[in-house]
Structures are given as C-alpha cells and as structure tokens.
C-alpha cells in the first residue's frame, strides 16, 4: 500500500518516476521553481510538487504603464490634462501600494499578499489618484486563477494600451 502512495504522489507532482532526471533536472524526481514541471493543482515548492491551493502567494515587481488617455473613458487623467497618479488597489479603489505621481508609468516593488483557492479569483487594479475621487485605470484579472498560470511565476494582462507585469510566488 505504501508504494501505491508513493506512486500516486509521484504522478501528482508531475516529476520523473523513472529514477532519472525529473522535468526540474533533479536526480530525486524533485522540480525546480525556476522550470515548474509539476502538475495538476500543484506547484514546485522548494523542490517538491505540492497543493497550489489554498495558499498566500506574494506579488512583487509589478510594472504598469498606462496610456495617455483613461482607457476607460478616453478622456485625460486629470483635470487639464496631464500624467495620472497611479496606485494599485483592489476592485473598490482600496489602495495596495504607494503613489506614484504625474506619472504614465510606475513600479511597486510589493509585496502584495494573496490568499488564493482552487476557483477563486485574483485581481489587481491600477488607479489614479485625485483630489476628489480617484479614477479607475484598468484591473488585471484571472478568473479563475489556475494552477499552471501560479507555475509560471508572474501575473501580466494588457488592455487598451494599458499593460501590468509582475512576479507571483507562493509563500
């Protein structure tokens, strides 16, 4: 019985059972986070394959760049024109991040937390901020989130000349 588990564990994880190298060049069968081989719902995790949910996974290097106008409504981004102040929020304009003033491009080093589920949904929306009420940019979104979206490590979209690019890494 016990081998049958050892088996089963050794499919799940999508490493070699073969004694050979394993898709992360491990001779132990074991994955490597750089090259996720793993399967399924999970993710390379120090070397092994484990669950990808439920998790905290952490958002670091998020780079954004709008374009000159509001994607959202074509109109400027502020008063007079000019550059937005860009911060990340969630969906109700909470914010996540700093500011980043007069700006049509920004980065937020993060960490930005996630606690994510099998499902669930991971969003992340870029905001300018004003005087009276801050404007929404535009949000990246993976609904659901997936377990081979986590394998690759970073969290992107790109939309009416609007892009986010990030790195994601579980906890």
Known sequence: MRDALLVLAALGCGCATNGGAGPGGDDDGGCSELADACGG??????????????????ITNVNVTVP????????????????????LGDH?????????????????????????????TLELDVWDEDLTSNDPGFGCIANPITAAQLRARSF???????????TINPK
């Open 41 to 58: 719902e999970t993710i390379c995790i120090a070397g092994q394959c484990e669950a990808a949910f439920p998790r905290v996974y952490s």
């Open 68 to 87: 000159t106008k509001n994607p959202n409504n074509g109109q400027d981004w502020d008063v007079g024109g000019g550059a937005p102040d860009l911060y």
């Open 92 to 120: 109700t304009g909470a914010k996540l991040s700093n500011v980043v003033e007069d700006s049509f491009s920004a980065s937020f080093a993060g960490p930005l937390d996630f606690s994510l589920i099998a499902g669930g």
């Open 156 to 166: 992107s979209c790109t939309t009416s000349g609007a892009s986010l690019t990030s």
